[in-house]
Nanobody, 127 residues
């Protein structure tokens, strides 16, 4: 079992920045590939980005490429999402997720591949 807790959400003006954190507890953090997803009101949860167990492989949805950066610190059992140049359409509840894999470089956009989810942190972007 892995427990995930997001933090760092809040209200920011368009063009501003936020850094989200996802703190994990339970089993060894480095055993899990990680992902960020988001869900705006009335919309389905969507993939934002993913990072491999060692942090060397990442992938992003097209709408955030060049603006968002995922990283992780396995010694601190924490994943981060640095969000720059925020737009009103980035406003959503952001969720971190973890999935188990024997493959060290594995990453995936697939919602169903993730076994554990946090409760979410709200990001609001004012125009």
């Amino acid at each position: 079992q892995v427990q995930l807790v997001e933090s760092g959400g809040g209200l920011v003006q368009a063009g501003g920045s936020l850094r989200l954190s996802c703190a994990a507890s339970g089993r060894r953090f480095s055993n899990y590939f990680m992902g960020w997803f988001r869900q705006a009101p009335g919309k389905e949860r969507e993939f934002v980005g993913t990072i491999s167990r060692g942090g060397t492989q990442t992938a992003y949805t097209d709408s955030v490429k060049g603006r968002f950066t995922i990283s992780r610190d396995n010694a601190k059992s924490t994943m981060y999402l640095q969000m720059n140049s925020l737009k009103p359409e980035d406003a959503a509840a952001y969720y971190c997720a973890a999935g188990a894999s024997d493959a060290y470089y594995y990453i995936t956009r697939s919602f169903n591949a993730y076994n554990y989810w946090g409760q979410g942190t709200q990001v609001t972007v004012s125009s």
